[in-house]
């Protein structure tokens, strides 16, 4: 049979509601917006006399009729009316019916009528816990319309209801809100080895029971709360000790009214937390005033998700540290070190010292939730084995010469003692040895500079202590001293002194003291210091006078090289002798004067006027007595012609070496 433009009967799809006729409307929609949506009228079983108001109140089966004008441009393909019941914590449904519309069925509109049955239920929670639960909540709710096309476009329209189907509310006092939720904090509820539950329940139509159940096949069988004793609380303890840990979010709570209807379960996560393992990192062997531990703490994976996830359920808050049973300290454990290191934290060991021997140190943390982590170690607290130097410090060791070092050791618990040692500089060992023997080590200095010495004592139990002190090597210097071996009284004598220091280096900068010996004496006296130059040499000069020694000596320069003396050079010095005007020519037999002059005048000082023999050997011919004016004068007369050669001489002192003036010859005819 035909169908008209204007009435064209629709057909329901999937529709738990009576499709109802379609009535033509007003004129069509044609300024391109798509359709239009009115609520004509909404009714229910309970209550309703169909005008369309702001939050009205339904129950049961309830009536929607909806007007839809529609675009000629963009008719309509589908129209959607629903319920949908939704809570964060309860269980969700949704009631709905949906209409087929074809071309030109609700041109220029149409009229639906959509039934909808808001105390509808569906099997929740698993056929084993046998909870029908309502699709849509009791409370606050929306009607929603849903109008597509194929452009595609989406006109919805919503009007709000109050459902009141008598079913039966559970709150739990103990569940925190949805504000509760932090990064580290879920909402829930919190079990170790208990949990204990409390619920309120009430609804128009009485409570029969209040039930805990879960959809998880892990978690225990469902159980009936107590029924309250005045206090308005249903309560039940569920025993979670066997439970895996970590956070239960498929577990409800339901309350059935007095004709068995369940209400709205109630979502319950619940953190099962059984408690965490702990690792301080502590070593066996303590010392009295050793302080924060470092604890690390795991937890099973199911409570500990790492980043990206970065839900850590649960953490320590505090730890105790008790010694031998007795309390020392609680230290809390702060937000801060918890957000920075979520894999550890720092746990004091309380005031004062621990004392000598054997202890327990137990460590006792607690978590956010309650649940502990506590570990029991067995210690030992010893003191450090001290050493007390007793030779090797004095003085600065000089490059190229051996230092020893000694030391004693003790201990303040009068227990602990050097049961091996090690002695080393600048970390290369020198020696070692074992209990009863007392440190001590030689070692041969060869580099100036700063070195360390350091003494590494391992006691009976493992303990290692190491103590180190800086020693400063000198460098060593050698002083080299150069000069004339022979001089002539009144003349010019220069000496001159060479100073290196170890590695052949110059010693710039030494303070050089020249220093004389007078022959005949026996004390140094220091005539001149003198500072070297950038080659290490350093120059004086004197009138020679006397004989006698010379020798440098070189200062030692703090923190930087030692003293050093030179070799000794003899100095002579020649006294001046001349001969004035000596005669060339002679008669043998018959005397001839010669006049000698010498200085310095010392009274008695003979001066011998000597010939050559033909061995070359000389002869004193005859003598004179140096007068104070420098001068002496003799007669020699020759014994035979011939040429004679000539010479004074002046006999050496203590204070003159032996001195000979030159030769001059005479022909005796």
């Known amino acids: 049979m035909g169908i ?231 309560t039940t303890k569920l025993d979670t000790s066997a439970i895996k840990p970590g956070l239960w979010n498929e577990v409800y709570v339901v309350a059935y009214d007095s004709d068995g209807r369940a209400g709205s379960p109630v979502r319950a996560d619940t953190l099962v937390d059984h408690g965490f393992t702990i690792t301080p990192k502590l070593a066996a062997l303590l010392h009295p005033d050793d302080g924060p531990v470092n604890i690390d703490y795991a937890y099973p994976s199911a409570l500990n998700k790492t980043f990206p996830s970065n839900l850590n359920y649960a953490y320590p808050v505090s730890t105790t540290v008790s010694l031998d049973g007795t309390v020392r300290t609680t230290t809390p454990v702060t937000d801060y070190t918890y957000a920075g290191n979520p894999a550890g934290f720092v746990a004091g060991l309380g005031d004062g010292q621990l004392p000598y021997g054997a202890h327990t140190l137990t460590f006792d943390s607690v978590d956010d939730r309650g649940a502990h982590g506590r570990v029991d170690l067995p210690v030992r607290v010893v003191s450090a084995v001290e050493p007390t130097w007793t030779d090797g410090f004095q003085n600065f060791p000089v490059a190229g010469h051996n230092q020893t070092f000694v030391a004693t050791t003790t201990a303040a618990d009068g227990i602990s003692r050097a049961e091996h040692w090690t002695l080393a500089v600048d970390g290369t060992k020198i020696s070692s040895g074992d209990y009863p023997a007392q440190p001590s080590g030689t070692w041969k200095a060869t580099t100036p500079g700063l070195h360390d010495v350091s003494l590494t004592i391992v006691s009976q139990y493992g303990d290692t202590t190491t103590r180190g002190l800086p020693i400063r090597v000198l460098a060593a210097t050698t002083t080299q001293l150069t000069g004339p071996g022979t001089s002539t009284y009144g003349s010019k004598a220069t000496y001159t002194a060479t100073v290196s220091q170890t590695g052949a280096k110059p010693a710039p900068g030494a303070k050089v003291g020249f220093q004389y010996k007078r022959a005949g004496t026996t004390t140094w006296k220091t005539l001149a210091t003198v500072t070297a130059d950038g080659t290490g040499k350093a120059s004086f000069s004197t009138t020679a006078k006397y004989n006698g020694s010379w020798r440098a000596v070189t200062a030692a320069k703090n923190l930087a090289w030692s003293t050093s003396t030179s070799k000794t050079v003899t100095s002579h010095v020649k006294a001046v002798l001349t001969i004035s005007h000596p005669t060339t020519t002679a008669v043998h037999g018959k005397p001839v004067s010669f006049t000698a002059h010498s200085s310095p005048y010392v009274k008695g000082t003979t001066l011998r006027f000597q010939a050559r023999q033909k061995d070359g050997t000389w002869v004193t011919l005859t003598s004179s007595t140096l007068s104070s004016t420098g001068s002496a004068t003799t007669k020699i007369t020759f014994s035979h012609a011939g040429t004679w050669t000539l010479r004074v001489y002046r006999p050496g002192t203590t204070d003159l070496t032996a001195t000979s003036s030159s030769s001059w010859t005479v022909k005796v005819s």
């Not at 738990?16 to 004509?40: K, Q, R």
């Not at 009528?113 to 309502?134: C, E, I, K, S």
């Not at 009607?143 to 008598?166: G, I, L």
């Open 4 to 234: 008209s433009r204007s009435v064209r009967p629709l057909a329901a799809v999937a529709s738990v509601a009576v499709l109802c006729a379609v009535t033509p409307a007003s004129a069509a929609v044609a300024d391109d917006a798509g359709a239009a949506i009115t609520f004509d009228s909404i009714t229910s079983d309970a209550v309703g006399d169909g005008t369309v108001s702001a939050g009205q109140t339904i129950a049961g089966k309830a009536e929607v009729t909806v007007t839809v004008q529609a675009d000629p441009g963009d008719e309509p393909t589908t129209v959607v009316v629903s319920i949908t019941g939704s809570n964060q914590y309860l269980g969700s449904g949704t009631v709905k019916q949906t209409f087929s519309v074809g071309p030109g069925d609700c041109l220029p509109s149409c009229t639906l009528h959509a039934a909808l049955d808001t105390d509808a239920t569906q099997q929740f929670g698993g056929p084993a816990n046998g909870v029908d639960a309502p699709l849509i909540n009791d409370g606050s709710n929306t009607v929603h319309v849903e109008v597509n096309s194929p452009r595609p476009r989406t006109v919805t329209a919503d009007a709000a209801v109050t459902v009141d189907n008598q079913r039966p509310v559970t709150t739990l006092p103990d569940l925190p809100g949805a504000d509760a939720w932090t990064t580290y904090k879920p909402i829930g509820l919190s079990a170790d080895a208990e949990l204990s539950l409390r619920a309120t329940a009430a609804g128009g139509n009485g409570v029969s029971r209040v039930r805990y159940f879960s959809s998880n096949g892990s978690w225990p069988a469902a159980t009936d709360l107590t029924a309250p004793d005045g206090d308005g609380l249903w």
